[in-house]
């Protein structure tokens, strides 16, 4: 009778009946049977050079496929180098599966290889967390596992699986695959609730919507659109919604970036605010204190969070746009849209004039603009640092869902995201430009990782925004302490161009504006991961700085 390892059980079970195809991952000796069993089941397994980076690809490839993420990494010190991609993806919401190796079970307590309480650490950055103890319940437990990242607000969850389990067998005849199965049940909020969202709806006259990734995750976009355009309400979709609806909608207010939602935000009579939290990155609500505010959101902990809501409607975003749609009136708002985009373009007319201005050094909005330029809007943008998010958020236009990102921009603020997102999305859309924008300093976090992409042929291009220094601390400590006490702020100039050449890759080091867009065409023409080493004007400052340091001025 033909015999089954643990590890084969895992990856057929994740083939066949989760169809994943990708798994990111860092060998280990407590994981080599499930690493052989990708490779007997034909799942592609992309090999990492540090575990960080694995589980953030894992991550944005939930956000890109719309579909649970799924990263391998062993025991110990591969589990505690994951641990901040965990993190990232929680306070996220993202939908990560993280598989994990673990010390033997029959070695607990006895000082074994690598053998901690991985569980414990994990508990409060993870959605659901396991241990399985048995060979025969492996599907059962993966079948949890994708389940409990997806259903209701998504998350990372975690599953141990020891080397007792997967380096063992069984009769396959005996192995028994769970039905994977899509729940239609849905919590849907009372009749008058959503009434009383209509009448408010009806009646606003400068009104606003605001989505977030709840929009994105939901795979509302008919519905979303048929909503929006029912309502005539000018949009802005951040975070991991964005791109819903093309930046290009004509009631979109995207190109201001967000810019864009302050300065309408304190103007508005009403505010629909759809899956998203109300964080630092909102302000907490202080851009509209007297709005009349509608939320809709998956978890009903979110509706009142810094702000009570004169309506809360708990439920999927797509469910309740469809619901909503039935009951609101057609209104045309067009008058008041072209007012607020006149208000936030008289608030980015140096951004614009720094964007179409060639300077010397070269501008950072100059520097996204002439990207722009080179790949337009049919193309995914990632931006990874402090000041270098800000002016990806304000400067990159997309038209796909999830075009623009700026993952350093979510509740955790982690540099070091752009990379591996944009390895994600290169591998989820193969046939687009995928552009990451990297500070010179979040650049050096995860940039072992283009011999990843050399290795496996990810041609992603990556320009280096170099101001040659940790550009927002550099600057809110200018002005708080002073120029001259600058602490652990500068980095000088280094050519991360060579050290990609080094990989194998691509690399150019930049210097004038008129050498911006050849350099990017000749990246292209390498067909290579490439690195363009721009050097940037090392004073400027951006509005986010100058957020951050008033933040910090209050206390």
Same mark, same amino acid.
């Given at each position: 009778?033909?015999?089954?390892?643990?590890?084969?059980?895992? !990856?057929?079970?994740?083939?066949?009946?989760?169809?994943?195809?990708?798994?990111?991952?860092?060998?280990?000796?407590?994981?080599?049977?499930?690493?052989?069993?990708?490779?007997?089941?034909?799942?592609?397994?992309?090999?990492?050079?540090?575990?960080?980076?694995?589980?953030?690809?894992?991550?944005?490839?939930?956000?890109?496929?719309?579909?649970?993420?799924?990263?391998?990494?062993?025991?110990?010190?591969?589990?505690?180098?994951?641990?901040?991609?965990?993190?990232?993806?929680?306070?996220?919401?993202?939908?990560?599966?993280?598989?994990?190796?673990?010390?033997?079970?029959?070695?607990?307590?006895?000082?074994?290889?690598?053998?901690?309480?991985?569980?414990?650490?994990?508990?409060?950055?993870?959605?659901?967390?396991?241990?399985?103890?048995?060979?025969?319940?492996?599907?059962?437990?993966?079948?949890?596992?994708?389940?409990?990242?997806?259903?209701?607000?998504?998350?990372?969850?975690?599953?141990?699986?020891?080397?007792?389990?997967?380096?063992?067998?069984?009769?396959?005849?005996? &192995?028994?695959?769970?039905?994977?199965?899509?729940?239609?049940?849905?919590?849907?909020?009372?009749?008058?609730?959503?009434?009383?969202?209509?009448?408010?709806?009806?009646?606003?006259?400068?009104?606003?919507?605001?989505?977030?990734?709840?929009?994105?995750?939901?795979?509302?976009?008919?519905?979303?659109?048929?909503?929006?355009?029912?309502?005539?309400?000018?949009?802005?979709?951040?975070?991991?919604?964005?791109?819903?609806?093309?930046?290009?909608?004509?009631?979109?207010?995207?190109?201001?970036?967000?810019?864009?939602?302050?300065?309408?935000?304190?103007?508005?009579?009403?505010?629909?605010?759809?899956?998203?939290?109300?964080?630092?990155?909102?302000?907490?609500?202080?851009?509209?204190?007297? !709005?009349?505010?509608?939320?809709?959101?998956?978890?009903?902990?979110?509706?009142?969070?810094?702000?009570?809501?004169?309506?809360?409607?708990?439920?999927?975003?797509?469910?309740?746009?469809?619901?909503?749609?039935?009951?609101?009136?057609?209104?045309?708002?067009?008058?008041?849209?072209?007012?607020?985009?006149?208000?936030?373009?008289?608030?980015? &007319?140096?951004?614009?004039?720094?964007?179409?201005?060639?300077?010397?050094?070269?501008?950072?909005?100059?520097?996204?603009?002439?990207?722009?330029?080179?790949?337009?809007?049919?193309?995914?943008?990632?931006?990874?640092?402090?000041?270098?998010?800000?002016?990806?958020?304000?400067?990159?236009?997309?038209?796909?869902?999830?075009?623009?990102?700026?993952?350093?921009?979510?509740?955790?603020?982690?540099?070091?995201?752009?990379?591996?997102?944009?390895?994600?999305?290169?591998?989820?859309?193969?046939?687009?430009?995928?552009?990451?924008?990297?500070?010179?300093?979040?650049?050096?976090?995860?940039?072992?990782?283009?011999?990843?992409?050399?290795?496996?042929?990810?041609?992603?291009?990556?320009?280096?925004?170099?101001?040659?220094?940790?550009?927002?601390?550099?600057?809110?400590?200018?002005?708080?302490?002073?120029?001259?006490?600058?602490?652990?702020?500068?980095?000088?100039?280094?050519?991360?161009?060579?050290?990609?050449?080094?990989?194998?890759?691509?690399?150019?080091?930049?210097?004038?504006?008129?050498?911006?867009?050849?350099?990017?065409?000749?990246?292209?023409?390498?067909?290579?991961?490439?690195?363009?080493?721009?050097?940037?004007?090392?004073?400027?400052?951006?509005?986010?700085?100058?957020?951050?340091?008033?933040?910090?001025?209050?206390?």
């Amino acid at each position: 009778m033909a015999q089954i390892f643990g590890g084969h059980i895992a !990856a057929k079970y994740m083939k066949e009946v989760e169809s994943v195809d990708t798994v990111f991952t860092l060998s280990g000796g407590h994981i080599e049977n499930l690493l052989d069993g990708l490779n007997q089941y034909d799942i592609r397994a992309i090999d990492v050079r540090h575990e960080q980076a694995a589980a953030m690809m894992a991550h944005a490839t939930s956000i890109y496929q719309n579909q649970p993420g799924v990263c391998l990494v062993t025991a110990g010190p591969g589990f505690t180098n994951a641990v901040t991609g965990i993190a990232n993806a929680y306070l996220d919401s993202a939908p990560l599966v993280v598989l994990c190796g673990r010390h033997p079970l029959r070695d607990d307590n006895t000082g074994a290889l690598q053998e901690m309480n991985q569980v414990d650490v994990v508990k409060p950055i993870a959605k659901w967390c396991a241990t399985c103890y048995d060979i025969k319940r492996i599907p059962e437990y993966l079948a949890t596992a994708f389940r409990q990242a997806a259903l209701g607000r998504p998350g990372p969850v975690f599953l141990e699986l020891p080397p007792d389990i997967l380096f063992v067998s069984m009769d396959e005849k005996d &192995v028994r695959f769970p039905v994977k199965r899509v729940h239609k049940t849905v919590t849907r909020p009372h009749e008058s609730e959503l009434q009383q969202a209509a009448d408010i709806i009806n009646s606003a006259q400068k009104p606003l919507f605001i989505g977030g990734s709840g929009v994105g995750f939901s795979g509302s976009e008919p519905s979303f659109k048929a909503f929006i355009e029912k309502i005539g309400f000018p949009f802005a979709l951040l975070n991991n919604g964005r791109g819903t609806l093309p930046d290009t909608h004509p009631q979109c207010i995207n190109d201001g970036g967000f810019t864009g939602v302050a300065a309408v935000a304190p103007q508005a009579d009403v505010i629909i605010a759809a899956g998203i939290r109300f964080n630092w990155v909102m302000q907490a609500t202080k851009l509209f204190p007297d !709005a009349t505010v509608v939320r809709i959101d998956i978890d009903p902990n979110e509706i009142d969070r810094n702000r009570t809501s004169q309506v809360g409607l708990v439920g999927d975003c797509g469910e309740v746009f469809d619901t909503l749609a039935a009951l609101v009136n057609p209104a045309d708002h067009s008058a008041w849209i072209e007012k607020a985009k006149n208000a936030y373009q008289a608030l980015i &007319v140096t951004e614009t004039e720094q964007k179409n201005t060639p300077s010397d050094p070269i501008h950072p909005f100059r520097l996204v603009a002439r990207i722009m330029e080179a790949f337009g809007q049919d193309a995914y943008y990632i931006s990874d640092g402090g000041d270098t998010s800000y002016y990806g958020m304000t400067g990159f236009l997309s038209d796909h869902r999830a075009g623009v990102l700026s993952p350093t921009a979510s509740l955790l603020g982690c540099l070091g995201t752009g990379i591996p997102f944009a390895v994600a999305a290169k591998l989820a859309h193969p046939d687009k430009p995928v552009i990451v924008l990297n500070g010179d300093g979040s650049f050096g976090l995860n940039c072992m990782e283009f011999d990843t992409m050399v290795r496996h042929n990810i041609p992603v291009i990556c320009v280096v925004n170099n101001d040659c220094a940790w550009g927002m601390i550099k600057h809110s400590q200018e002005m708080s302490i002073g120029h001259d006490r600058c602490t652990c702020a500068e980095l000088g100039l280094r050519h991360y161009e060579k050290l990609v050449e080094g990989l194998g890759g691509y690399g150019e080091l930049v210097e004038k504006d008129e050498d911006i867009i050849p350099a990017l065409k000749r990246a292209v023409a390498s067909r290579k991961p490439a690195c363009i080493n721009v050097l940037t004007d090392p004073t400027v400052l951006s509005p986010a700085t100058a957020m951050f340091y008033q933040n910090l001025a209050d206390f």
